[in-house]
């Protein structure tokens, strides 16, 4: 574990923290939110330059299905992930362990780890702690995650509890792995980072009581799992604040797989400091474009000769070249660019509206564009 701070708070508001996250690939402005490469791409045909222009900070990839395809001892081959995707700023790799739970039709839990089928073709997978790390070793992310158990809401508080248990053991597990492998020099990354995992499902004293735990184990930062998952946002909401304040002060809090703007202000609001989600690149590829008045679907008829550009406040390269007529005209034809355009303008809406909330951290008036804003960014146009 590296000996000096990576996380460095700046100023808060409320719980809201405004703050930066030093790593060997490149200094973080928090909160941030991370643009989902799941494969080592964005959905929806960007590219690594891309991303540079529409203000991403961090990419982040997927230990499972870079393990599948095209195999992390590829990936290690090619040089790690920054020289195979040529991304050059920080990286973080997701452990595999939501996919082996939510993807996997057919898996078996032990203590050692989970054996799962494929589901591309099926073929029987063994994926623990120590394999985790052995491939996020060979991709070579700045982040690593450790791998956990995710369990499905409603869970059982007995079986809640055991599970919060073994991914307490399983992240000893990953800690010695990845120690290991940097004695052994047996990784893309010598610097590589390792966050922790909280679960806990939506039991404030199982989350609390595992925080606890893993806040003992002196991590690079802290992630809140199992989450945003079905449950109604305002437990969310809850279970953050019920968590937030046993999650070390000087290290960074990252909040999987979360979400709608609205989300992000109010997760801003009770502490978090990362974000990531599959939602704005997804939407954007069905038409549904983010604006500072809330979501539009292109789609709609009302569009077929608006002359204005998605939205007139932003400054993204499509704003500032296309009208709303012509993005509708390719999603009607079907054309690929169409969807390109779209994610395009969606992921620079998400990595601008963190730099608005920096902005607003800084000048002390976070509350206000909160309060403002919490709900019109939510809202279906």
Not at 13 to 21: D, V
Not at 183 to 207: H, M, S, V, W, Y
Not at 238 to 253: A, G, L, N, T
Request: aromatic residues 8%; contains cysteine; neutral net charge.
């Amino acid at each position: 574990m590296p000996s000096l701070p990576t996380y460095q708070l700046l100023k808060s508001e409320h719980a809201a923290r405004r703050g930066t996250f030093t790593t060997v690939h490149g200094t973080v402005q928090t909160p941030a939110f991370m643009n989902v490469a799941t494969a080592g791409a964005i959905k929806g045909g960007l590219s690594a330059y891309d991303l540079g222009k529409i203000g991403t900070q961090v990419m982040l990839c997927n230990t499972y299905h870079l393990h599948l395809r095209p195999g992390d001892t590829v990936v290690a081959q090619m040089g790690g992930l920054h020289k195979f995707t040529r991304w050059n700023g920080p990286i973080l790799t997701d452990s595999g362990g939501f996919q082996v739970f939510s993807l996997a039709k057919l898996r078996q839990i032990t203590e050692e780890g989970v054996t799962f089928a494929s589901h591309l073709d099926g073929h029987r997978i063994f994926m623990g702690p120590e394999q985790s790390m052995q491939i996020q070793a060979n991709l070579g992310s700045t982040i690593a995650m450790a791998f956990d158990e995710c369990v499905e809401n409603p869970a059982q508080h007995e079986y809640s509890a055991a599970s919060c248990a073994r991914t307490t053991r399983w992240l000893a597990r990953c800690k010695a792995e990845m120690a290991r492998l940097k004695a052994e020099g047996k990784t893309q990354n010598p610097d590589q980072l390792l966050f922790g995992i909280n679960q806990g499902c939506t039991f404030p004293d199982l989350r609390i009581e595992h925080m606890k735990q893993i806040a003992d184990m002196n991590l690079d930062g802290y992630a809140i799992g199992g989450l945003a998952v079905g449950e109604p946002a305002e437990v969310m909401y809850d279970i953050i604040s019920q968590v937030e304040p046993y999650m070390p002060k000087d290290k960074i809090r990252y909040l999987m797989g979360v979400g709608t703007p609205g989300n992000i202000l109010e997760s801003v609001w009770r502490g978090v400091d990362l974000f990531d989600c599959v939602m704005p690149s997804r939407n954007a590829r069905h038409g549904h474009l983010n604006t500072w008045g809330g979501i539009i679907n292109i789609k709609n008829a009302k569009y077929e000769t608006d002359p204005l550009p998605i939205d007139p406040q932003c400054d993204c390269p499509v704003c500032r070249r296309y009208n709303r007529a012509y993005l509708r005209h390719l999603f009607k034809a079907e054309e690929i660019l169409g969807m390109r355009l779209a994610v395009m303008h969606n992921l620079w809406f998400y990595n601008h509206l963190m730099e608005r909330i920096r902005k607003e951290l800084d000048a002390g008036t976070f509350e206000q564009f909160h309060d403002a804003y919490v709900k019109r960014l939510d809202t279906r146009i």
